[in-house]
């Protein structure tokens, strides 16, 4: 097995394949990874999605086929979660701490994800300000890519983990094990899995370092604790590693296990209690 890691989209990216193939299709891998982080990542400031967040309410936007394919996914699940799914509170998670602030946010109505339209296929413009967070949709959507590159390229069965958005191609079945969310160095055997992508979501992480839950719930009221505390952790396999990430949010928040979203995206819940 041929492996590389590199520092990516705010972790460690490890690209693992069965077989020996050229370099190029390891680093073409990655540069897709890179150009998606250097699409949609908040904290640059000359990002597309920063480009998105300061102008779209005034304007409309050019974006890139992947930022495109991004907001219609994150659309889609906002849709079909009933709007517990919304990448628009990252003026939240700014005013946490937890996100650095690049535009004025004071004395400005915000709207979500469902604020966009699009006028043409890569050509969008929003009805309020906005302030959206893709980080994690967007990590699901690089390993995806990075998939995508992979295969064809020649890869016949491998694995990409991006800091736990994980998927696993190919039909060698592959072990998978999740991190106990009471005692993190303990690793939980959760069976061989092929063809399909993992997520989870936890505080185990939060709750050691006293900071605050990155999770939001989006249907919140300003004045009411709007940062979603829950016990162990919540984890979704689905098809491709975009769903996988999302819907992990709707399971946090919602805290249930058969929420329809789930189906819709033939997704699984593993809900591992503290």
């Known amino acids: 097995?041929?492996?590389?890691?590199?520092?990516?989209?705010?972790?460690?990216?490890?690209?693992?394949?069965?077989?020996?193939?050229?370099?190029?299709?390891?680093?073409?891998?990655?540069?897709?990874?890179?150009?998606?982080?250097?699409?949609?990542?908040?904290?640059?400031?000359?990002?597309?999605?920063?480009?998105?967040?300061?102008?779209s309410h005034q304007q409309a936007i050019d974006i890139h086929p992947?930022?495109?394919?991004?907001?219609?996914?994150?659309?889609?699940?906002?849709?079909?979660?009933?709007?517990?799914?919304?990448?628009?509170?990252?003026?939240?998670?700014?005013?946490?701490?937890l996100l650095p602030q690049h535009i004025k946010l004071a004395n400005v109505d915000l709207g979500g994800i469902e604020d966009i339209h699009f006028l043409a296929p890569d050509l969008i413009q929003s009805k309020r300000p906005l302030c959206l967070d893709l980080g994690g949709i967007a990590k699901g959507f690089a390993v995806d890519m990075a998939v995508k590159i992979l295969t064809s390229e020649g890869a016949r069965s491998g694995i990409v983990n991006a800091g736990g958005d994980l998927r696993v191609f190919g039909d060698t079945p592959r072990r998978l094990y999740l991190r106990h969310p009471d005692q993190t160095k303990l690793?939980?055997?959760?069976?061989?899995?092929?063809?399909?992508?993992?997520?989870?979501?936890?505080?185990?992480?939060?709750?050691?370092?006293?900071?605050?839950?990155?999770?939001?719930?989006?249907?919140?009221?300003?004045?009411?604790?709007?940062?979603?505390?829950?016990?162990?952790?919540?984890?979704?396999?689905?098809?491709?590693?975009?769903?996988?990430?999302?819907?992990?949010?709707?399971?946090?928040?919602?805290?249930?296990?058969?929420?329809?979203c789930f189906e819709r995206f033939s997704a699984q819940t593993i809900w591992i209690r503290a």
């Not at 162990?232 to 949010?249: F, P, R």
């Open 66 to 97: 992947w930022t495109s394919q991004v907001l219609r996914v994150a659309k889609e699940i906002y849709h079909y979660s009933g709007g517990l799914f919304n990448c628009g509170i990252g003026h939240r998670l700014v005013a946490a701490g």
């Open 1 to 55: 097995m041929m492996t590389r890691c590199r520092p990516l989209l705010g972790t460690f990216v490890e690209i693992s394949i069965d077989q020996d193939l050229p370099m190029d299709a390891i680093n073409n891998a990655f540069a897709s990874i890179e150009i998606i982080q250097g699409l949609m990542g908040f904290h640059n400031p000359q990002s597309e999605l920063s480009q998105i967040n300061q102008l």
């Open 187 to 260: 690793v939980l055997d959760i069976g061989e899995f092929q063809n399909c992508a993992i997520a989870t979501s936890s505080l185990y992480f939060a709750k050691r370092d006293c900071r605050q839950s990155h999770i939001i719930n989006p249907l919140a009221k300003e004045d009411d604790d709007m940062h979603v505390h829950f016990e162990g952790s919540c984890s979704i396999l689905a098809k491709e590693c975009i769903y996988a990430d999302a819907l992990t949010k709707v399971l946090a928040i919602s805290g249930q296990e058969q929420h329809p």
